[in-house]
């Protein structure tokens, strides 16, 4: 098979090696502070560790202790997940109501079910004889959606009301007004497939959009990097004209393009390292003779992808953001970073909360709950899932003995990361999480931090391979 060939990294050679440089340390330093001192937290981080860049602790820390909020630079929710939960496009909490969650969920899976089984085995009610779930009649379920059927204590366990995309897209919804402006102002104004969409061909979007569904959802995240530094740049070129006394604000002058650019990108320069078909793992099924074909056909299919992307919202004045090699090392920073996005479900919360009500008032709640939890099935409380991003998380190190863990709290409900401290954690002492399961043998162990490109040497680990 051949290797793509994209003419932009060759027209723009220059200035993709300057976009892919590692940013000078005072302004990977500075860039840094900045974050700390947003998030207000009390870390620091170092760029001359052992393990390039790391985290490590200003104050002390007590076991439980909060040690870091980390907003997200950019994540999705993964697309097969869309069907189990509705949540926030941009903050990734669950809106609308238990009833809307469920209702929604059986409404689409029954859509599933029906697409799956046109040829006829549905009984009266469109449900599918095949499915082991119980079913429930389409005029409950509209009830759910539509709010004309309330579940029993509900009220206890409310939800943000559903705002939907200004664009108008029917794909994006919000908890608030606040988290649709910054997701369109961020992100979403390019990529939005509505009426009011800054795009300038939403039909090759929607082509771009269904490709990465039909292949790899994290083309959507690569999208939404480059709809965030193009939306910068756009602000930084506004501003600067501004300052100029200029009032035409599609001229700044050529020379002040590139420089401009390179400002937008700054927070995704700091993030990322290889390309994403030289760094990803090799899957087990493919042998290792296959390698260098496999790693090409990644490459090929980044390339598709970026090519429906170019079509659908290319920008001249950011042109090398459109070349392979960048799109490659966004790609890469996510399969190096891996970061979970994981919001826990309230539809979880109700039913045990139901299932704790004292036994009358249970007995009268499940009557109306107890046809829907059957519905629902196992899955009855699946979670937000999805890949982000986050700025500080992500300069952490591991360790199989971590002093801190990623872990949400009861109160963290949206798609922020939260690291607490698993022991007492001195001043100056680097803050290590663990990327794997730390309780798995040392083989094992070793064998997925492959996948992170390392060997681990942590004391445990120096400990059990001697
Ligand atoms: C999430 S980043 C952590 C921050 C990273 N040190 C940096 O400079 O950006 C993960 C990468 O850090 C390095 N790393 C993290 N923990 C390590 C460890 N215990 N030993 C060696 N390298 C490690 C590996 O290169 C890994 O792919």
């Excluded at 005072?26 to 947003?38: D, I, R, S």
């Excluded at 990361?417 to 663990?434: M, P, R």
Aim: proline share 5%; charged share 25%.
């Amino acid at each position: 098979m051949e290797a793509s060939v994209c003419p932009i990294d060759a027209q723009f050679s220059g200035q993709i090696s300057t976009l892919l440089s590692p940013p000078p340390l005072p302004q990977v330093q500075e860039y840094f502070e900045a974050l700390v001192t947003e998030r207000q937290c009390h870390l620091k981080v170092k760029t001359d560790g052992k393990h390039g860049k790391g985290v490590y602790s200003e104050v002390d820390f007590q076991g439980d202790d909060l040690v870091l909020r980390d907003q997200m630079l950019v994540g999705a929710q993964h697309s097969s997940n869309k069907i189990d939960c509705l949540v926030c496009s941009f903050c990734f909490q669950f809106i609308g109501s238990i009833e809307l969650q469920i209702g929604r969920k059986l409404y689409l899976e029954e859509l599933g079910v029906s697409a799956i089984d046109e040829c006829g085995s549905s009984d009266d009610m469109g449900c599918s004889s095949s499915s082991e779930k119980t079913c429930i009649p389409q005029d409950s379920i509209q009830s759910l959606m539509n709010g004309s059927l309330q579940l029993p204590y509900s009220e206890n366990f409310p939800l943000p009301s559903v705002v939907p995309c200004p664009g108008g897209c029917k794909e994006a919804y919000y908890c608030s007004k606040s988290c649709a402006e910054a997701d369109w102002d961020s992100f979403h104004s390019l990529l939005c497939i509505g009426h009011g969409s800054s795009s300038p061909n939403t039909e090759a979007l929607s082509k771009f959009i269904k490709h990465a569904n039909e292949t790899n959802d994290i083309f959507i995240l690569a999208a939404k990097v480059i709809s965030f530094t193009i939306l910068r740049y756009r602000k930084l070129k506004a501003a600067h004209v501004e300052q100029e006394g200029k009032h035409d604000t599609s001229n700044a002058c050529d020379s002040c393009i590139f420089p401009l650019l390179l400002e937008a990108w700054k927070p995704v320069s700091m993030g990322f390292k290889r390309r994403w078909w030289e760094c990803i793992a090799l899957p087990e099924d493919v042998d290792s003779c296959e390698e260098a074909e496999f790693r090409m056909q990644i490459k090929n299919l980044a390339f598709e992808s970026l090519q429906l992307l170019k079509e659908a919202i290319y920008d001249r004045e950011c042109a090398p953001l459109f070349s392979l090699d960048i799109y490659g090392h966004i790609i890469g920073m996510f399969e190096l970073n891996n970061l979970d996005l994981v919001v826990a479900s309230p539809v979880e919360d109700y039913f045990l909360y139901i299932d704790d009500l004292p036994v009358s008032q249970k007995k009268k709640a499940e009557k109306i709950t107890k046809i829907f939890l059957d519905a629902l099935g196992e899955d009855y409380s699946i979670s937000c899932q999805g890949t982000a991003f986050f700025p500080l998380q992500s300069c952490m190190n591991h360790s199989c003995i971590p002093n801190a863990k990623a872990f949400k709290r009861e109160e963290d409900r949206d798609g922020g990361a939260t690291i607490v401290a698993l022991q007492s954690i001195a001043k100056g002492e680097e803050i290590t999480i663990s990327y794997i399961d730390e309780d798995l043998p040392y083989e094992e162990r070793q064998k997925l931090l492959a996948d992170y490109g390392f060997i681990c040497r942590c004391p445990k680990c120096v400990d059990e391979a001697s």
